[in-house]
């Protein structure tokens, strides 16, 4: 199997680039050939049986027109020509490369293989050879017309490429596609519910991440439609030559632009005519309307490829069109005017990677009642508790994800109800409700309650030692729940904040004091740090508002201090919300004022930094960590009246927070519980003056099936429960499997050789998996298994053909490699599980193909035939069917089986990912909304997602397109086993210093490149070793990990010998976390020289931001001169300084030494 992606042009700028860099010592050239990086048309995969596949969208195409022949290298013959209906019809009926499922591509999908830097065909003759110059029918018909239907125009020598409608009489070629198929090609209608309306004349394709200016230009944006054409002077009709060039300021942007003609495309609704767009969107969009694009026509300077709106024709021309201008606003896919991804933007770096942002778009149920300052509690299993809220609630209802309703349950035992309370789901199930006010008499409560989700009832508990309301709950490590701060007071709802904590121990159904806070808080924030100890952030004291921070340490029973203050004192509805990487999130709320910003806060070094900020101000708003590790921010108010539908996303790796589609509602004081699919359920809250009752799902409609069994492992009364909804319990032999704390999200489960040794989970028809199967798990080997093997999951009876199937951590007939096996056959991996340390292990089987992952990287691909035989025996975790042989030694943690193979992408995410559901209640996001939301995301921000490391290391992310990374770590990646995945990753590079070269790797080709570096001049790249950076171009956006202990600046500090820079450029990382000030006054023989603040060990350093497409800067002769900052903004360049970024051990940075 081979790779058809155009290299040359690309490296060639490349070359070029150093070439000047090393001319002028300018690192300013480098954007050249990476923020810049030219690319040429789609690659395709020579799926060596005469079809190809376009690794960006997807699709599988035949290589030849029907009626040629595919001789193993080319395609023979004439093509066959067919009128539209008998095109039609041949769908289904044609039986090619053993497959079936071969039928006509609609407009949108046969545009996407148009090659528009290319003619006589359009189209790649590598891989298309023999493409005959002709037209070729798509399935869509004319939606102007029934008589007509949509073709593309290969070649008719003036405009190749073009796509009109025509009778569907006349006869045209025929090209047949398969297999999936990426949303926006598929569907050709462009309804409402895709753009997000801004409410300043512009839109956000939700799609694509665009934003559109409404009106064409000279049309006037009046707040509710577009003038005419014209209307604000200016011809509405202009050459492409003006048009290519134009740019315009408008609704607080200035970097708008020509879109290219593919993401034009993207637009035209092809279910439309007259026009052929959406008019609610792009409303007195003219009849007749033609648009430019800046996509030039091939071996053209003055002629542009444009879209006749009247019906969506697409052809070239050099005067006459109006022009529609774009912005890249949620950058979801990358591309050049080039390619031929459908949904490509301008940026300019080598990728063609698709990302449709979730929506609000799935309806749910309605409550039974209106409810604010609520709490909704994601229960084990699948159902969300809501309970409470004001006015006088206490009644609680139960949302059910599988029918999408709620319905009635238990009725808590305080009579007028509570709101502002808090709600925490503790380790046997059950939820403890504590505190809050009785809405009616704003009676201040000390008492508590539990949920019983069996009996679907609560029952007093013991009552708090002091009454509070808008407090914080926090579930400790070893089971007990930490409750903090709040308002105290008696009747009337005295304002009386205090500092004093106490803790809930749920096996005396009790409370008792505990060490006090340093000062009173109230409507503050507290989150469970991965070191087991709590974060206590802002709130509002007696007389302001606070921006300290302290730590609760569970061991000791006290609190501590940060010496580090926030940039923001802020109380009333905030968020915190824990990150992937461990940092937490702390964003908006309110002080005097109401707050857009938005800090980091890092455990590392106990120190808060301002990350970007908000689009808009709000408090009372929920913030929820995605399974992607983004956090959706929804709702919210911005005034003491004005609730908002507004929704951001907050990128961790850029920094950044980007528009998402609103919520259907607005609403603030609401609950946001994120499920196991990645959907996030929002309910209630207030409109205003009106009570909400009604619930929206955030997320995808067609998110992936969630697991079918999810062993979490943190349930130390029951181990075995399943978490997944489906109600897989299993049964432990506790005289061999214990629960252990120190597992990679919570607790651990460790297993002991020994006959029947590890859980039995009874069969059910959700584990009946015949086809489609992935198992993972987190294991950590102890190395005492000297038997057969270390089974992570087993389904099956003795053996033979009738076993499912068994997933291996080792196999000692496989010589220690992770393996599976089954009726189908015994597969291995080639990859060996290490001993004493935490490994994720994947596995998936799609009836052809078996991969293997291990840390979320794929380490082996094999071809198989065959289903797995299903039956009716139980499944094993950490154990087999045979007795003892082949049972797990060792801890494993987070074991998750699906009955449907998942992507790379989705195996990346897992790996780093660890949902915790277990504290959803208060444990990783914030607490308090405001003094009346406390519960809002107390209770559910939380349901969202903590992460492990592996070893102490730290995780990399990476963005679609190019990315600079650092080994900031002392282990050696392995480039083949962390890169090799060819639907993730492109090229990876490395720059030598001692040779002045490039070392390159590509997954696309069989020996990762080896053999084309060589003919280039380059080195063979396999490894990044500690200390390096590297730069990676991404398909798609997933994270890596990095091991072992820190480097230091001090192995870069001149005279040290074989570890100092040399002069020239280099590329590298550290792992200790300093700023360019700091690197640099390490790395130095001598101190800053008197009157400076910077040593000049260095002339300049520079740090790419592939979130930003920019340039972090730092010259330390325009620090000490004080001209830094004003050179920075002239040039356009990005400031460490006031972004507070650091070097941090995955950030690669370029430095010039002299």
């Given amino acids: 199997m081979s790779t058809y992606s155009p290299f040359e042009h690309s490296l060639s700028e490349i070359k070029w680039a150093l070439k000047k860099l090393r001319q002028v010592g300018y690192l300013g050239f480098m954007y050249l050939c990476f923020a810049a990086f030219p ?94 110059n002709s037209s070729v029918w798509s399935s869509t018909p004319s939606a102007a017309s029934a008589a007509n239907a949509w073709y593309v125009n290969f070649s008719n020598s003036t405009i190749d490429g073009s796509a009109y409608i025509n009778p569907k009489t006349n006869t045209f070629a025929v090209r047949m596609v398969r297999s999936s198929q990426s949303s926006i090609l598929s569907n050709l209608a462009r309804p409402d519910s895709e753009f997000v309306n801004n409410g300043d004349g512009t839109v956000t394709h939700t799609a694509t991440g665009l934003m559109w200016k409404r009106c064409i230009e000279t049309s006037a944006w009046d707040g509710t439609s577009c003038s005419s054409p014209g209307a ?47 008019t609610t969107v792009f409303p007195n969009t003219p009849p007749f309307s033609y648009v430019y694009s800046s996509t030039p026509k091939a071996g053209t300077t003055s002629t542009g490829w444009g879209v006749y709106f009247e019906r969506g024709d697409v052809y070239p021309t050099s005067g006459g069109f109006h022009v529609r201008l774009v912005r890249n606003n949620v950058t979801v896919t990358t591309s050049t005017t080039t390619s031929t991804s459908i949904t490509a933007t301008s940026t300019t770096t080598a990728s063609t990677t698709t990302t449709t942002l979730p929506s609000f778009t799935i309806t749910t149920g309605n ?34 994800p599988a029918t999408k309703t709620f319905a009635a349950t238990g009725a808590m035992s305080a009579t007028l109800g509570r709101g502002d309370h808090t709600a925490t789901l503790l380790p046997d199930g059950k939820v403890l409700v504590a505190g809050g006010s009785d809405p009616l008499t704003k009676q201040y409560l000390s008492s508590a309650e539990l949920y019983d989700p069996a009996t679907g009832t609560f029952s007093p508990t013991g009552n708090m030692t002091t009454a509070r309301t808008t407090h914080t709950a926090t579930l400790l490590p070893n089971g007990k729940v930490l409750i903090a ?79 580090g203050t926030m940039t923001n004192s802020r109380a009333w509805g905030l968020t915190t919300t824990m990150l992937n990487d461990g940092r937490v999130l702390i964003a908006g709320g309110g002080n005097s004022v109401y707050l857009n910003t938005a800090e980091i806060f890092d455990p590392a070094s106990n120190q808060f930094s301002a990350t970007g900020s908000m689009l808009n101000p709000r408090l009372m708003h929920t913030g929820t960590l995605l399974p992607d590790g983004k956090v959706l921010i929804a709702g919210g108010q911005n005034t003491s009246t004005t609730r908002i539908t507004g929704v951001e996303l907050f990128d961790p790796f850029t920094g950044t927070f980007s528009v998402a589609p609103n919520m259907s509602v607005e609403r603030s004081g609401h609950t946001a519980t994120l499920f196991p699919n990645g959907q996030v359920l929002v309910a209630g809250g207030a409109s205003n003056l009106v009570l909400l009752s009604s619930a929206e799902l955030f997320g995808p409609s067609s998110a992936g099936a969630p697991a079918v069994g999810y062993w979490k492992f943190d349930n130390s009364v029951n181990l075995g429960l399943d978490s997944s909804g489906n109600h897989n319990d299993g049964v432990v032999n506790t005289a061999y499997v214990t629960a252990m704390s120190g597992g990679v999200s919570s607790g651990a489960a460790q297993f002991a050789e020994g006959s029947n040794s590890g859980i039995r989970v009874p069969h059910s028809a959700s584990l009946n998996i015949s086809s489609n199967l992935t198992a993972m798990a987190w294991v950590k080997l102890d190395g005492t298994n000297t038997d057969n093997g270390n089974a992570v999951l087993a389904k099956g009876d003795s053996g033979g053909a ?57 380490v082996n691909t094999q071809s198989y035939n065959g289903n797995m035989q299903q039956n009716t025996e139980s499944l094993y975790i950490g154990a087999s069917p045979w007795g003892s042989v082949e049972d797990f030694s060792g801890l494993m943690d987070e074991v998750k089986l699906y009955d449907r193979t998942l992507s790379a992408s989705e195996i990346a995410t897992a790996t780093y990912t660890v949902i915790t559901t277990t504290t959803s209640t208060s444990t990783s ?87 084309y570096a060589a003919s280039k001049g380059y080195l063979p790249l396999s490894v990044i070793n500690g200390g390096e950076g590297f730069w990676v171009n991404a398909k798609s956006a997933f994270s890596v990990q990095l091991l072992g202990n820190t480097v230091p600046t001090g192995n870069f500090a001149d005279g040290v010998a074989g570890n100092a820079l040399p002069s020239g450029w280099s590329l590298i990382a550290i792992g200790d976390n300093k700023t360019p000030g700091a690197f640099i006054n390490t790395i130095a023989l001598t101190p800053p020289s008197a009157g400076t603040s910077v040593a000049t060990s260095l002339t300049t350093l520079w740090a790419w931001d592939a979130g930003l497409s920019g340039w972090y800067f730092y010259a330390p002769s325009l620090v000490n001169q004080g001209t830094q900052s004003s050179y920075i903004s002239s040039k356009g360049y990005l400031d460490f300084a006031t972004a507070g970024k650091t070097l941090s051990p995955s950030t690669g940075f370029w430095v010039n030494h002299p």
């Fill in 232 to 278: 604000t002077g200016g011809a509405p009709y202009m050459s492409w030559d003006a048009a290519k060039v134009m740019t315009s300021t408008f609704a607080g942007k200035s970097d708008w632009r020509l879109a290219t003609q593919d993401e034009l495309l993207t637009i035209v609704d092809y279910t439309r005519s007259s026009p052929a767009l959406n």
């Fill in 39 to 132: 690319v040429s048309a789609a690659s395709y995969t020579d799926n060596g049986d005469g079809t190809v596949t376009d690794t960006g969208i997807g699709l599988i195409w035949m290589r030849c027109s029907m009626g040629q022949t595919w001789t193993g290298s080319t395609c023979s013959g004439n093509a066959n020509t067919y009128t539209w209906d008998q095109a039609v019809a041949i769908t289904g009926t044609v039986n090619f490369s053993s497959q079936t499922d071969w039928r006509l591509p609609n407009i949108l999908e046969l545009q996407s293989i148009v090659d528009r830097s290319r003619s006589n065909p359009a189209i790649s003759p590598t891989a298309f050879p023999g493409t005959p």
């Fill in 485 to 563: 701060g709040g308002t105290t007071g008696g009747s009337g709802g005295t304002f009386t904040p205090t500092n004093s904590a106490e803790i809930y121990d749920p096996a005396t159904h009790s409370f008792s004091a505990t060490g006090s806070m340093g000062i009173n808080r109230t409507s503050h924030g507290a989150v469970l740090l991965k070191n087991n100890k709590v974060l206590i952030v802002a709130g509002s004291y007696y007389y302001g508002y606070s921006n300290t921070a302290e730590l609760y340490d569970p061991a000791t029973g006290t609190f501590s201090t940060i010496t």
């Fill in 367 to 400: 409550m039974a009642d209106g409810r604010y300052m609520h709490t909704a509690t994601l229960l084990p299993g699948g159902k969300v508790l809501i309970a409470g809220g004001w006015y006088q609630l206490s009644k609680s209802e139960l949302y059910d």
């Fill in 925 to 1011: 996001t914030s607490t308090t909304t405001s003094t009346s939301t406390s519960t809002a995301t107390t209770s559910t921000t939380t349901a969202s997602t903590t992460t492990t490391t592996l070893g102490g290391g730290t995780s990399a992310g990476l963005m679609a397109g190019w990315n600079l990374l650092g080994n900031g770590l002392s282990d050696t990646i392995s480039v083949a086993s962390v890169f090799g995945d060819t639907n993730l990753v492109t090229t990876v590079w490395k720059w030598i210093s001692s040779s002045n070269s490039w070392a390159f790797y590509t997954p696309t080709l069989a020996d990762g490149g080896a053999a």
């Fill in 802 to 858: 009738s076993e499912p199937f068994v997933f291996f951590a080792t196999r000692s007939d496989s010589g220690g490699q992770m393996s599976v096996s089954g009726g189908f056959g015994k597969f291995d991996s080639g990859y060996t599980v290490p001993n004493n340390q935490w490994t994720h292990v994947a596995v998936t089987l799609d009836g052809a193909s078996i991969r293997f992952y291990a840390n979320g990287s794929l």
